[in-house]
């Protein structure tokens, strides 16, 4: 292997609208699939409801684990917002109000603009804002923690906004479709993993489909191993297996 580094990163759902499943969560999904493009590996989902005791304990856990932690809703102007306040209580600081924010509110909503308003000015004291300097609503950052709201729309253009600050070596990725059920190939994806153990290997039935009844990927970093590993794969199948393969 190349020796290439994976940087590891978790997200926290905060909202009992998921939990409840009034509100499906797309966020987490998005954020896998961005995070990948960019060499980054989402190893936790974790789902949470608005209790601040709640938030506080997940996110100083994952902030310890994972080199990044995004979290996803919680951050509105309204009494269940509580993701700052739980942020806040997990490294031990005060919610304040960070003077960029309330200036950019000010603009909006006039010198007093109400307390909902300037809700959203609030902070764990020691944040700091990232990105674009003419969003009104930056992102937030304190350590490792990445704060983001949880309208998709939001949450899926402040993520690219980011993107590059977390970009790596990438993944490679070759695909295998195969006309057997995986009772049949088991055991040669378990030779091959033997050979390269660290090879990503997935293995995804699509019982419906007319071509092919499984869907197998190979990722690597180190883009000379992948295709050694995929050359051993495809070896080990027995001969009409493989429908067709993807580099």
Do not use: W
């Amino acid at each position: 292997m190349s020796g290439a580094t994976t940087t590891r990163a978790a997200i926290i759902v905060i909202g009992n609208e998921i939990l409840s499943g009034k509100i499906t969560d797309s966020n987490s999904g998005f954020l896998a699939l961005e995070l990948r493009r960019m060499g980054v590996s989402l190893e936790r989902i974790v789902v949470i409801p608005d209790v601040v005791a709640v938030i506080a304990a997940t996110v100083r856990a994952a902030a310890a684990e994972f080199d990044l932690v995004f979290t996803s809703g919680g951050v509105g102007p309204t009494h269940d917002d509580l993701t700052i306040a739980g942020i806040a209580e997990a490294f031990g600081c005060p919610v304040v109000q960070h003077p960029r924010l309330r200036a950019a509110i000010e603009r909006v909503g006039g010198d007093n603009p109400g307390a909902a308003m300037l809700k959203m000015a609030e902070v764990p004291e020691g944040a700091e804002l990232v990105g674009d300097e003419g969003d009104i609503f930056p992102t937030v950052r304190i350590r490792n923690v990445y704060v983001l709201p949880g309208v998709p729309e939001i949450f899926e253009a402040k993520v690219r906004a980011l993107g590059e600050r977390f970009r790596s070596a990438p993944y490679h990725l070759r695909q295998i479709y195969v006309s057997a059920y995986e009772t049949a190939i088991a055991e040669h994806l378990d030779a091959t993993l033997a050979a390269f153990p660290e090879l990503l290997l997935g293995s995804y039935p699509k019982l419906s489909h007319p071509e092919y009844k499984v869907r197998l990927t190979l990722e690597s970093k180190d883009e000379s191993y992948l295709d050694r590993a995929l050359s051993d794969l495809i070896a080990r199948m027995p001969p009409g297996f493989i429908v067709r393969i993807e580099r």
